[in-house]
C-alpha cells in the first residue's frame, strides 16, 4: 500500500470514529441532561431508576417516541429541569401519551414546563422565581406522597400554583409541588429539579431521603413500568480545561483541535466575537497542521471532496450547526 493511500486509510478511519461519537469532541449536554455524567445531569438517575426495575427510554424526540409504543403495562413521563421550550408539536405529542395513559413527572424551577401543562389543560403552574427562606435559595421543606413526611433539601426552587392540585411538597406557606390529574392520568408538579438529580449522589442509599422520594413518586403511579426520559432540552457547552487534563491524550487532541469547541466558549459572550474567531482560525491551523503531517495537500482536497457528500447525506453537518443554533 503507498504511503499516500495509507494517509487516506488513517482520515476515514479518524472521520469514522467521529461520527460514531454521540457529540463532537470537548462538547458535552448541559443540564439535567441524561447524557450529562456530571452532578447536575440526570444520567446517574437514569441507572437508579433502572435498577428500581423500570425500563428507561431516553427522549430525543417527542414525535418520535409515538411510533415505538412500550409493551409494558404502565408508562411514566419524567422531564427534569429543561432548558429549551418545547414546540406545539413536542406538546401534544406528550399531551398524547398522558391521555393514553401515561403518568407525569415535572420537576422543574423554570417555566418552560408550563407549556406541557397548559396542552394538557391543567391549571398547575410554574412560578419561576425562586424562593429563599432566611435569606438562602437554599433550604429544607417537606415532602408528602404517600402519608409521611420526608425532610428534603430544596435549591433555587420555584412556587407552583393550582388551584385543584393536592399539595405535596411546601416550606411554610410556600407550595413547591403539588399532584394534579391530567387527562385522567396522576401528575406530580414540583417546582425544583434537584430533587431528581440528588436521589442518584449516593447509590440506592437508605440514608438518602431524594431515593425514598422518588420510589413513593413513582410506586403512586407505576411499579416497573416504563419511564420516558425527556432528553431533548438541553444545550451543549464546552469541556473545561480541568476536565480536559484529565482526559486521555486521544481526547484531548481531538477536543483541542474541535472548532465547535472554542465556538460555543465565546458564543454566550457577545463582546468576544473577534477572539472567538481567532481561536477558530487557531483550531483549524491546528487541526490542518495535523493532517499535514499525515498526507500531501492534494491528498486533503481528494479526501475531502470524496468524504464530505457522505458525511452530508447523514446529516452530519446539518445536524452540528442545528445543534449550536439552538
Known amino acids: 500500500m503507498k504511503n499516500a493511500d495509507l494517509s487516506k486509510l488513517v482520515v476515514i478511519v479518524f472521520l469514522v470514529a467521529l461520527l460514531a461519537e ?5 462538547v458535552v449536554l448541559s443540564g439535567a441532561s441524561p447524557h450529562n455524567t456530571s ?3 440526570t444520567s446517574r438517575l437514569r441507572e437508579l431508576l433502572e435498577e428500581l426495575g423500570y425500563e428507561v427510554r431516553l427522549v430525543d424526540s417527542w414525535t418520535l417516541t409515538l411510533l415505538y409504543p412500550s409493551s409494558r403495562s404502565c408508562r411514566v413521563i419524567l422531564i427534569v429541569s429543561p432548558e429549551k421550550p418545547f414546540t406545539l408539536d413536542e406538546t401534544s405529542a406528550i399531551a398524547w401519551l398522558v391521555k393514553s395513559g401515561s403518568g407525569l413527572i415535572i420537576a422543574d424551577e423554570g417555566t418552560y414546563s ?4 397548559e396542552a394538557l389543560d391543567s391549571d398547575a403552574r410554574i412560578l419561576g422565581e425562586y424562593v429563599s427562606f432566611g435569606g438562602s435559595q437554599i433550604f429544607h421543606g417537606i415532602v408528602n406522597v404517600s402519608g409521611s413526611d420526608i425532610l428534603v433539601y430544596f435549591a433555587y426552587a ?4 393550582s388551584s385543584k392540585g393536592v399539595t405535596v411538597a411546601y416550606r411554610g406557606d410556600a407550595v413547591l409541588g403539588v399532584k394534579v390529574s391530567v387527562g385522567g392520568s396522576p401528575a406530580y408538579v414540583f417546582g425544583d429539579g434537584s430533587i431528581m438529580t ?10 438518602n431521603p431524594y431515593v425514598k422520594l422518588v420510589k413513593e413518586v413513582l410506586n403512586s403511579i407505576c411499579l416497573g413500568g416504563t419511564i420516558y426520559l425527556d432528553s431533548s432540552k438541553y444545550g451543549l457547552k464546552p469541556v473545561t480545561t480541568a476536565e480536559l487534563m484529565s482526559s ?3 481526547y484531548f487532541a481531538a477536543a483541542v483541535s474541535n472548532p465547535f469547541r472554542y465556538l460555543l466558549t465565546f458564543s454566550e459572550n457577545t463582546g468576544a466575537v473577534s477572539l472567538s474567531i481567532i481561536s477558530l482560525t487557531l483550531s483549524l491551523i491546528f487541526s490542518l497542521t495535523i493532517l499535514g503531517r499525515l498526507l500531501p495537500w492534494k491528498g486533503i482536497l481528494t ?8 458525511l452530508k447525506q447523514r446529516g452530519y453537518v446539518l ?3 442545528r445543534n449550536l443554533a439552538c
Open 22 to 26: 454521540p457529540f463532537p469532541a470537548g
Open 39 to 41: 452532578y447536575e445531569g
Open 114 to 117: 408550563n407549556a406541557v401543562l
Open 158 to 161: 420555584s412556587r407552583v400554583l
Open 198 to 207: 440528588n436521589a442518584a449522589l449516593s447509590k440506592l442509599s437508605p440514608d
Open 248 to 250: 486521555n491524550l486521544t
Open 303 to 310: 479526501t475531502y471532496w470524496e468524504i464530505t457528500p457522505r
Open 319 to 321: 445536524s452540528k450547526v
